[in-house]
C-alpha cells in the first residue's frame, strides 16, 4: 500500500545556509495494507522526520512515497488536502493536538463537519459512538482538554483521527508522554482500532517492548539510514546487525536468573551534519573492518534485510 523510496531530507545550517543537516539520507520500505511497521532507533536517528515526511508535513530534499499508485510528492496542495484525511498522525503531546478552547466533543465534530462525513442529525451519535470507541465516558464530550487527564485526551486524541475514516495512521511516540499506568490502556486502544478498522500503520518509537507488542515488521534506523528491516520476531529473536543488537540488549529483563549481556557503544551518535564514511555506525561498531570505514554497505536480504559488510 504505501512504498518509501529513497527519502532523503536535509535540512540546512550554518552561515548561507552551505551545511546540510542529513536527518534522512536514502531511506526504502514498504507497508502492506493493514500492516504495522514499526520504526525505531536512539533520539536525533530521523525517525520522526520520516514520518513528517510521509505525510508532507516537512517538504522532501528527494525521494517518492507511493500510496495507491499516487506518489504524494507530486500532488499539488489542493490534491494533497483532498488525500489528507486518509493519512493521520498522532503525536507524543496529546494536549498539543487538541485546541483549548474547544470542548472535546467539538475537537470530535470539527472533523466531521469539516469533512461532511455525517449529517448534522447524526453528529452527537457519531461523537458517542466514537467517544466509546476509545473507552472515554459521555461526560468527557462537555470537558475542556485542560480538565482531563493526558491518557484521556490522547484517547479524544484517537476519536478525532478515526472521525473521518483514515487507512493510514502514523503513531509518533503516542505514549512517552503518559504515565506508566496509561501507557499500555492506550496501546491496547490503538491495537484494537487498528484491527476494528483494518488500519495501516507507521509505529514510531524509541521503545522496543512497545514495538514488539505493536507491529508486524521493524525497520531500525541508524544516523538517517535503514540498517535493518524484517519480522517483527526475526528481530527480536535473531538481529543481525550489530546496532541492533546493541538496542536489544538494552532492554531491562524481569526475570532476576535471566541475564541478558549488555552491549555498550562507544561514544555518542556521530553528528549528522558530518556523516562517517563508508558504514555510518564504523565509528562505534565492535566489530569494524577496514572496508567499514570505506565502502558503504547496502542493505540487502531476502525479507529480512541488513546493511552490513560482515553478514
Ligand atoms: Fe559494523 Fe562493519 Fe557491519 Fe558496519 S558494516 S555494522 S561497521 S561490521
Same mark, same amino acid.
Do not use: W
Given at each position: 500500500?504505501?512504498?518509501?523510496?529513497?527519502?532523503? *531530507?536535509?535540512?540546512? &545550517?550554518?552561515?548561507?545556509?552551505?551545511?546540510?543537516?542529513? %536527518?534522512?539520507?536514502?531511506?526504502?520500505?514498504?507497508?502492506?495494507?493493514?500492516?504495522?511497521?514499526?520504526?525505531?532507533?536512539?533520539?536525533? =536517528?530521523?525517525?520522526?522526520?520520516?514520518?513528517?515526511?510521509?505525510?508532507?508535513?516537512?517538504?522532501?530534499?528527494?525521494?517518492?512515497?507511493?500510496?495507491?499508485?499516487?506518489?504524494?510528492?507530486?500532488?499539488?496542495?489542493?490534491?494533497?488536502?483532498?488525500?489528507?484525511?486518509?493519512? #493521520?498522525?498522532?503525536? #507524543?503531546?496529546?494536549? /498539543?493536538?487538541?485546541?483549548?478552547?474547544?470542548?472535546?466533543?467539538?475537537?470530535?465534530?470539527?472533523?466531521?463537519?469539516?469533512?461532511?462525513?455525517?449529517?448534522?442529525?447524526?453528529?452527537?451519535?457519531?461523537?458517542?459512538?466514537?467517544i466509546e470507541t476509545v473507552g472515554l465516558n459521555?461526560?468527557?464530550?462537555?470537558?475542556?482538554?485542560?480538565?482531563?487527564?493526558?491518557?484521556q485526551?490522547?484517547r479524544?486524541?484517537i /476519536?478525532?483521527?478515526? /472521525?473521518?475514516?483514515?487507512?493510514?495512521?502514523?503513531?509518533?511516540?503516542?505514549?512517552?508522554? !503518559?504515565?506508566?499506568?496509561? +501507557?499500555?490502556q $492506550? !496501546?491496547h486502544i490503538?491495537?484494537d482500532?487498528?484491527?476494528?478498522?483494518?488500519?495501516? =500503520?507507521?509505529?514510531?518509537?524509541?521503545?522496543?517492548?512497545?514495538?514488539?507488542?505493536?507491529?508486524?515488521?521493524? %525497520?531500525?534506523?541508524?544516523?538517517?539510514?535503514?540498517?535493518?528491516?524484517?519480522?517483527?520476531?526475526?528481530?527480536?529473536?535473531?538481529?543481525?546487525?550489530?546496532?541492533? *543488537?546493541?538496542?536489544?540488549?538494552?532492554?531491562?529483563?524481569?526475570?532476576?536468573?535471566? *541475564?541478558?549481556?549488555? $552491549?555498550?557503544?562507544?561514544?555518542?551518535?556521530?553528528?549528522?551534519?558530518?556523516?562517517?564514511?563508508? =558504514?555510518?555506525?564504523? &565509528?562505534?561498531? #565492535?566489530?569494524?573492518?577496514?572496508?567499514?570505514?570505506?565502502?558503504?554497505?547496502?542493505?540487502?536480504?531476502?525479507?529480512?534485510?541488513?546493511? =552490513?559488510?560482515? +553478514?
Amino acid at each position: 500500500m504505501i512504498e518509501v523510496s529513497g527519502l532523503k *531530507k536535509y535540512f540546512s &545550517t550554518g552561515l548561507f545556509g552551505k551545511k546540510y543537516i542529513r %536527518a534522512v539520507d536514502g531511506v526504502d520500505f514498504e507497508i502492506e495494507k493493514g500492516e504495522s511497521l514499526g520504526l525505531v532507533g536512539e533520539s536525533g =536517528c530521523g525517525k520522526t522526520t520520516v514520518g513528517r515526511l510521509i505525510l508532507r508535513l516537512v517538504e522532501p530534499t528527494e525521494g517518492k512515497v507511493i500510496i495507491d499508485d499516487t506518489n504524494l510528492f507530486e500532488l499539488s496542495k489542493k490534491d494533497m488536502r483532498k488525500l489528507r484525511h486518509k493519512m #493521520q498522525i498522532i503525536f #507524543q503531546n496529546p494536549d /498539543a493536538s487538541l485546541n483549548p478552547r474547544m470542548r472535546i466533543g467539538d475537537c470530535i465534530a470539527e472533523p466531521l463537519k469539516l469533512y461532511k462525513i455525517v449529517s448534522k442529525e447524526r453528529m452527537n451519535d457519531k461523537i458517542m459512538e466514537l467517544i466509546e470507541t476509545v473507552g472515554l465516558n459521555p461526560e468527557h464530550v462537555n470537558r475542556y482538554p485542560h480538565e482531563l487527564s493526558g491518557g484521556q485526551n490522547q484517547r479524544a486524541v484517537i /476519536a478525532r483521527i478515526l /472521525a473521518i475514516n483514515p487507512v493510514f495512521i502514523i503513531a509518533d511516540e503516542p505514549t512517552s508522554a !503518559l504515565d506508566v499506568n496509561v +501507557q499500555a490502556q $492506550i !496501546l491496547h486502544i490503538l491495537r484494537d482500532v487498528k484491527d476494528k478498522f483494518g488500519l495501516t =500503520c507507521l509505529f514510531i518509537s524509541h521503545d522496543l517492548e512497545v514495538i514488539k507488542i505493536m507491529t508486524d515488521r521493524v %525497520a531500525v534506523m541508524y544516523l538517517g539510514k535503514l540498517v535493518e528491516i524484517g519480522k517483527t520476531d526475526k528481530i527480536f529473536n535473531d538481529a543481525k546487525h550489530p546496532y541492533t *543488537k546493541a538496542l536489544l540488549s538494552a532492554i531491562p529483563v524481569a526475570d532476576p536468573d535471566v *541475564k541478558r549481556k549488555r $552491549i555498550i557503544l562507544k561514544g555518542d551518535m556521530p553528528n549528522p551534519m558530518y556523516p562517517p564514511s563508508g =558504514c555510518r555506525f564504523h &565509528t562505534r561498531c #565492535q566489530y569494524s573492518e577496514k572496508i567499514c570505514e570505506i565502502e558503504e554497505p547496502s542493505l540487502i536480504g531476502n525479507g529480512h534485510k541488513v546493511a =552490513c559488510h560482515l +553478514q
